[in-house]
């Protein structure tokens, strides 16, 4: 039984649609009878920009939005918001129906609600830093002095009080884009959809920028949709990842789910330049507390077997009397060596094949195949063969997103 109950969907997306061109009902039968966008941009000059899209976003999850230029993923997210009005489908936030939203339901909706932060935004140069956030107040009608408090609010989230009262011409292009956040963040809402909003700055920028956005999430816990063209930016910051190919969501999943059972090539290709493995080694993530060791010899398959169940785990890490590191036992093995005649029961004998430990010095990137392969964590040992933890798929995809490993202080050969 889990203590947590699971997150509410945020936001429900049932079947959109969008196509661009004046007869959107012949596009749409064209897609019915099994049509592809670019045979119905040849026969109609329409085009299809999202069809047929339907998931869900749940509450306090970063959602990112992946695919390659022209998938699709800037109508979808500007469907969320209305920013474009579908052609067909609903959207549902909250369980309230955004598609047939009046102009004031939308207002408030934006204002309160939703609010969106964009790749490239642009700072009006003759206004301090702090008049520039409470611009979208303002334009959202807001009351002066509440503008000028909300907006030193959210400058001080993104740790720019200090520069309130300057110019955008102060300020580097990373704490401009900063500033562009602490907009969208001054209307505090529920849902932030972010398209692009990092990928003009630099990557030392990009990345640092990235971190404060986890940050701002562990405060917070916004719900975020976050476009990104970057597999490396959607397994750094997504809880879960939905690919767009053509204008339809291919995939939706976490990007363990993704990485070990792509929907197609196109998926496929898209994790083949997962990079950030390359910089870290087994010996940065490995991590101790997650298993449960068993000696060998000296205890015997029941005894392994009531270790393992009374802290609820599968399986075992087998160490012999020097700690080094001898394989791995399941409870399911266990139960078949304690059938086996007495004399015969040894714990060897429910030792699990492939469960190959790796040195500390491997990269990840050597181990990304036998994470991906095998059920089980890999298990991680010294140079002198002592067993040290383990790392699983999860604490891989996790240790993208830590930002006390960074690519500079992660080398081979540690
Ligand atoms: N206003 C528009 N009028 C006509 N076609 C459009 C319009 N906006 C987008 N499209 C088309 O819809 C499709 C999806 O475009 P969209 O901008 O949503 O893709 P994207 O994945 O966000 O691309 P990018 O990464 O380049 O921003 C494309 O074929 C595009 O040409």
């Not at 945020?10 to 009878?33: E, R, T």
């Not at 063969?385 to 500079?408: A, C, E, T």
């Amino acid at each position: 039984m889990s203590d947590h109950a699971e997150p509410l969907d945020k936001i429900v997306v049932q079947d959109l649609y969008k196509i661009f061109g004046s007869q959107p009902k012949k596009a749409l039968a064209l897609l019915a009878k099994g049509e592809n966008k670019d045979a119905i941009f040849e026969k109609t000059g329409m085009t299809v920009g999202v069809q047929g899209a339907s998931f869900s976003v749940k509450e306090g999850e970063i959602f990112v939005v992946m695919g390659l230029s022209g998938s699709g993923k800037s109508t979808l997210v500007r469907m969320l918001n209305r920013l474009m009005d579908p052609t067909s489908g609903k959207v549902l936030l909250d369980g309230e129906d955004v598609t047939t939203m009046d102009d004031e339901a939308l207002r408030r909706l934006r204002r309160n609600k939703m609010s969106m932060v964009f790749q490239s935004f642009a700072l009006m140069p003759h206004l301090t830093v702090v008049e520039n956030v409470a611009l979208g107040l303002e334009f959202e009608g807001v009351a002066k002095e509440d503008r000028l408090s909300r907006s030193m609010e959210a400058l001080e989230q993104v740790g720019l009080s200090a520069w309130a009262e300057s110019f955008p011409a102060d300020l580097s292009g990373g704490m401009q884009q900063r500033v562009g956040l602490a907009r969208s963040l001054a209307v505090n809402p529920d849902v932030l959809l972010m398209d692009e909003a990092f990928s003009a700055l630099d990557p030392l920028i990009r990345t640092e920028m990235q971190d404060e956005l986890l940050r701002l999430q562990e405060e917070h816990k916004r719900t975020v949709v976050f476009i990104s063209h970057d597999l490396d930016e959607a397994m750094r910051i997504g809880d879960r990842i939905a690919i767009m190919e053509g204008g339809r969501v291919i995939q939706v999943g976490t990007p363990e789910e993704i990485l070990q059972n792509p929907e197609n090539e196109y998926v496929r290709a898209f994790f083949r330049g997962v990079d950030p493995t390359q910089i870290l080694t087994a010996g940065d993530i490995v991590r101790n507390t997650q298993v449960t060791l068993i000696r060998h010899p000296g205890h015997g398959p029941r005894a392994a077997m009531s270790r393992l169940s009374n802290q609820d785990r599968d399986y075992g890490y087998v160490l012999d009397a020097r700690k080094r590191f001898v394989g791995v036992v399941s409870t399911d093995s266990l139960k078949e060596v304690i059938d086996l005649p007495k004399g015969e029961r040894d714990i060897t004998d429910a030792f699990l094949e492939g469960a190959e430990s790796v040195n500390v010095n491997e990269s990840m990137q050597e181990i990304l195949p036998m994470i991906t392969a095998n059920p089980w964590p890999v298990p991680v040992t010294d140079d002198e063969d002592r067993y040290l933890g383990v790392v699983s798929r999860n604490m891989f995809l996790k240790s993208l997103q830590r930002p006390d490993i960074s690519p500079s202080d992660t080398t081979d050969g540690r």
